[in-house]
């Protein structure tokens, strides 16, 4: 293991033992306060290798910048990773295990002897060969996602605040909270960030680019029910959670949903439920890469929803629409240079270039809605949002070298 990957692999580990879970019930800012933990830890690392801007805002961001050290007319580039973890499995008392020249082998994990990475269901691995692996033990998920992404920019600050030799412009780091709960750039004041190009470092296998996300709504489907005494009920009851339940029951079962799609296709996904006797709701996720589909699918549900409260007379419904985020393709076609720029920084570094899209959303999709085009550079984060979750070390260390000829590469192509 090199210097640069065995700093980027302890940043990595001692961030990850930071419980930075976000909440997305919370109606705070961040969902949870916790986050800023973290936050406070970055920012005195930051301001120990030499950025003496490095500060947290009351939101929980952080905000620091390498200063230009050429004379050129330079874009100013903005790195941005975001610190908080999925509500989907616990990031609290996270134990970071180092399984070094990794083999092939299967990865039993300790504190939970059933959760065992394999091969066969994490292919990936097979291309991993004689590299360092980083887990959790069993019972909690990583938080590789995205604090693999928050150590590599760590680093990356470290490597050019050392080495002037590294010819760039100004450099903006961003480290945000709650992007899993889709309000990452929700407080972000853009004039104190003031870059013109942003990269989120929070992909996945070694070489991805992406410059496509979906399109995201959310919409909650209401059904209204009608309330009687049990014991004397016959006739009058419409029990709203029964006609929940035959609505969802309408969902089609091969197809439309996040277990039954892959590539560039959409998807409709029931995510959380509530229900009693008069009352009863359903939320959906709703994403397609051409944002024209959304208010198709959102059709969709609302043809089913009219379709249930004619089995049940009596019952309403009522269904609410609220834009998350829109495919950044949108804009960065606009900007051709901005992926352009990374693909060579990848092949300077290595890399063999993997322009994809993204079955998902990152902070760079409202980022590049808000004035900062934003394509998404890998980190080498897999098996996201679960207790089999891992991380190459020397994928870490390929990403803070892309990123190294990526600044390089603005120089250059500067006035």
Not at 354 to 380: A, E, H, Y
Request: aromatic share 8%; net charge negative.
């Amino acid at each position: 293991m090199t210097e640069k990957a065995r700093k980027v692999a302890d940043r990595l580990i001692r961030y990850v033992q930071v419980d930075t879970q976000s909440d997305p019930y919370s109606a705070t800012f961040p969902s949870t306060e916790k986050q800023k933990n973290l936050s406070r830890i970055l920012v005195d690392e930051l301001k120990s290798i030499g950025i003496i801007d490095a500060h947290m805002d009351e939101w929980g961001y952080v905000f620091g910048t390498v200063p230009s050290n050429t004379t050129k007319n330079i874009e100013t580039i903005c790195f941005c990773s975001h610190m908080d973890t999925a509500p989907d499995c616990s990031g609290k008392d996270v134990k970071p295990i180092l399984h070094t020249n990794y083999q092939g082998q299967d990865i039993v994990l300790p504190h939970d002897k059933t959760q065992v990475i394999t091969a066969k269901r994490h292919p990936y691995l097979l291309e991993r060969i004689g590299d360092d692996i980083i887990t959790a033990s069993g019972t909690t998920l990583l938080g590789a996602d995205d604090k693999a992404g928050v150590a590599i920019i760590m680093q990356l600050a470290e490597e050019l605040c050392q080495n002037t030799v590294i010819k760039h412009g100004d450099i903006r780091i961003l480290f945000t909270p709650d992007e899993e709960v889709g309000r990452g750039v929700e407080k972000l004041d853009m004039k104190k960030l003031n870059a013109d190009v942003g990269y989120t470092l929070d992909g996945g296998m070694r070489g991805s680019l992406e410059g496509d996300t979906f399109s995201a709504d959310a919409m909650t489907v209401t059904f209204f029910g009608i309330s009687a005494h049990p014991g004397y009920a016959k006739g009058k009851m419409v029990n709203a959670i029964k006609v929940l339940s035959h609505f969802l029951d309408l969902l089609p079962s091969t197809a439309f949903s996040p277990e039954t799609t892959s590539g560039d296709q959409g998807f409709v996904h029931p995510n959380s439920i509530k229900g009693e006797l008069e009352i009863a709701s359903v939320d959906f996720i709703i994403r397609d890469f051409d944002t024209s589909n959304l208010v198709k699918y959102e059709q969709v549900l609302t043809d089913l929803a009219e379709k249930t409260i004619a089995k049940f007379p009596g019952a309403r419904y009522h269904t609410k629409v609220k834009e998350q985020y829109r495919n950044m393709r949108e804009i960065l076609n606009r900007y051709p240079h901005i992926e352009a720029y990374a693909v060579e920084a990848m092949k300077r570094a290595g890399v063999v270039p993997k322009q994809d899209l993204v079955r998902g959303g990152t902070d760079g999709s409202r980022l590049s809605f808000m004035g900062l085009p934003c394509p998404n550079i890998f980190t080498g984060e897999m098996a996201i949002h679960s207790k089999q979750e891992y991380v190459s070390v020397q994928d870490m260390e390929a990403a803070i070298n892309t990123c190294i000829e990526l600044v390089q590469v603005y120089e250059e192509k500067g006035d």
